[in-house]
């Protein structure tokens, strides 16, 4: 098992800024490719935004690219999702999620890959 504890998620107008973290505790992320997942009310769960373990690549969803930027510290078992220009739509819970046996870009982000994931945190863009 691999806990993962989202924060940063909240209310924010839209055109504005939010940070999500993902951080670990009790193993090490370095091993493990980490995803960024959303679901929205009624909708079917999407990822947005994945990174390979080592940070050598990263994947985003057409519909977020050039707005949001996926990170990770692996000294600090720690993965970020700065989300900048939101917008009502981007309105969901985000999941962030772990595997270390994701090791191709072609299955960084393929949602059922995944094996450990957070609670996740809601994201509301309203004004």
């Known amino acids: 098992q691999v806990p993962l504890v989202e924060s940063g998620g909240g209310l924010v107008q839209p055109g504005g800024s939010l940070r999500l973290s993902c951080a670990a505790s009790?193993?090490?992320?370095?091993?493990?490719?980490i995803g960024w997942f959303r679901q929205a009310p009624g909708k079917e769960r999407e990822a947005v935004s994945c990174i390979s373990s080592s940070a050598d690549f990263t994947n985003y969803a057409d519909s977020v690219e050039g707005r949001f930027t996926i990170s990770r510290d692996n000294a600090k078992n720690t993965a970020w999702l700065q989300m900048n220009n939101l917008q009502p739509e981007d309105t969901a819970v985000y999941y962030c999620?772990?595997?270390?046996?994701?090791?191709?870009?072609?299955?960084?982000?393929?949602?059922?890959?995944?094996?450990?994931w957070g609670q996740g945190i809601q994201v509301t863009v309203s004004s």
């Open positions: 999620a772990a595997d270390w046996s994701i090791t191709t870009v072609e299955a960084l982000c393929v949602m059922g890959g995944y094996d450990y």
């Open positions: 009790g193993d090490h992320l370095e091993h493990y490719a």
